[in-house]
């Protein structure tokens, strides 16, 4: 090979080396971009599963809200269910009563009139006690069951308390003033009464005393052995002395 052969061999090999060397730093820095993109696209693709992971944590814990607050509910609504359960059952035996008013009230009117022509029947057998004031009561009675305005809840509280009423008498020791029939005369008196034991009357002057006969329906006039004890009796019954023991003509209980 001539000399002039090898320098164009040499020209053409050196023309070719940089020709190479090009195209490697092309290439190079084609590669660099693409795995610019490809870790760009990484960074983005791991951004949108971060997002995704906190959206999805954000749900669970909403969902596990939702869960709690529906057993709550679910307690709450329990509770309201018997809370209305039971004021069904109020709302329903009021309604029941409500309806047996009316027939309440057909059964209890002719018991009230029967209690209180008994209460009469019975004070007039009974020894006269404040015989006035008992009778009157018995007249109020009646002039209120023929009163519209008057309720007949009240009317039945009425008849209850002359029953009790009456039934305090029974243990009552007292001194009221009074009149007595003697021998065709009217005679003040103070009348001294131990329940139902005994009724006796002392008149003003204490000169005279009577014990209430039940079985002859009138007064008995005492002889002067009891005038003391009498006397003795309704000053006690005043306050005016202390009490004490004293004799009284009291009749004894029948045999049975």
Known sequence: MS?????????????ALGNASIVSADQLRDL???EAKIHKAAAQSQEKINNLFEQSQELLAEYRNVIDSTESLKVYNDYLANLVADQQRGIDSLQRQIDSIDETKQNIVPLMFKMINSLEEFIKLDIPINIEERTARVQRLRDVMSNSSVTVAER???VLE??????????KIETYAGTIEDSGQEISVDFFM????ALLALSKDQKHAWAWDNDARSYQKLGDKY???IIQAVRMAQGLVPEDLIKLP???ADKL
């Open 194 to 197: 131990l329940g139902r034991t």
């Open 3 to 15: 000399k002039r052969t090898q320098i164009a061999s040499c020209i053409l090999g050196a023309l």
């Open 32 to 34: 660099q971009n693409e």
């Open 227 to 229: 005038l003391n004890s």
């Open 250 to 252: 009291i009749k004894a």
């Open 162 to 171: 002359a029953y009790q009423t009456e039934n305090e008498y029974g243990s």
């Open 156 to 158: 039945f509280r009425l």
